[in-house]
């Protein structure tokens, strides 16, 4: 069974770095692109950025591109977020979640999401 | 590349047919995805490559469309889907997501 958990998540003041972990189960982590996505309180889903089952291939949203970096470590089974230079509006719960295409070298859309961890940027 | 969902909101009944709207600003192919989200949950895949049913989906969704038309249709709703719906576009290297619709009860 596919799972999911999200940790990192907490209270940060504006300017700071955090890194969100996303620790994986129940499929070959290795052989799948992973994505995060967030939602602000009350709002709709935002992509954030996307890597490719072999992390060749990296994408992100206008919004976080050159202050947040996604990457995996295939030994622990696990995916990273590392945000810098973080902003009130990137207060949100940020979900990781896999790709639904086996060693695909363009990401497919999510299948499998975590529970998510939240993330508060404030003074 | 912007998907724009329609309507906001639809208030409908359980036992009626709902039909979720959603239109690309620029051809995605077939590269379309429905999510349905409820309260305080993560995200859910329902439908992939625009009407590919996700597993354990029940067949009362069906998606449809191309190009730059897509269509989530809920032949007889029942009373737990009345949630937020999303998609999202994965043609281009920004998966966008719509805004979503949300179902209420009438």
Not at chain 1, 7 to 34: D, E, H, I, K, W
Not at chain 1, 63 to 74: I, L
Not at chain 1, 90 to 96: G, I, R
Request: glycine letters at 10%.
């Amino acid at each position: 069974q596919v799972h999911l958990v999200e940790s990192g998540g907490g209270v940060v003041q504006p300017g700071t770095s955090l890194r969100l972990s996303c620790a994986v189960s129940g499929f070959n982590f290795n052989s799948y692109g992973m994505h995060w996505v967030r939602q602000a309180p009350g709002k709709g889903l935002e992509w954030v950025a996307v890597t490719s089952y072999d992390g060749n291939v990296k994408y992100y949203a206008d919004s976080v591109k050159g202050r947040f970096t996604v990457s995996r470590d295939r030994s622990k089974n696990t995916l990273y977020l590392l945000m810098n230079s973080l902003r009130a509006e990137d207060t949100a719960v940020y979900y990781c979640a896999k790709e639904g295409n086996i060693v695909a070298t363009v990401p497919g859309c999510p299948d499998s999401w975590g529970q998510g961890t939240l993330v508060t940027v404030s003074s | 590349l912007v998907l724009t969902q329609s309507p906001g909101i639809l208030s409908l009944s359980p036992g009626e047919r709902a039909t979720l709207s959603c239109r690309a600003s620029q051809s995605v192919s077939n590269y379309l995805a429905w999510y349905q989200q409820k309260p305080g949950q993560a995200p859910r895949l329902l439908i992939h490559g625009a009407s590919t049913r996700a597993a354990g989906v029940p067949d009362r969704f069906s998606g449809s469309g191309s190009g730059t038309d897509f269509t989530l249709t809920i032949s007889r709703l029942e009373p737990e889907d009345f949630v937020v719906y999303y998609c999202q576009q994965y043609d281009s290297s920004l998966y966008t997501f719509g805004q979503g619709t949300k179902l209420d009860f009438k």
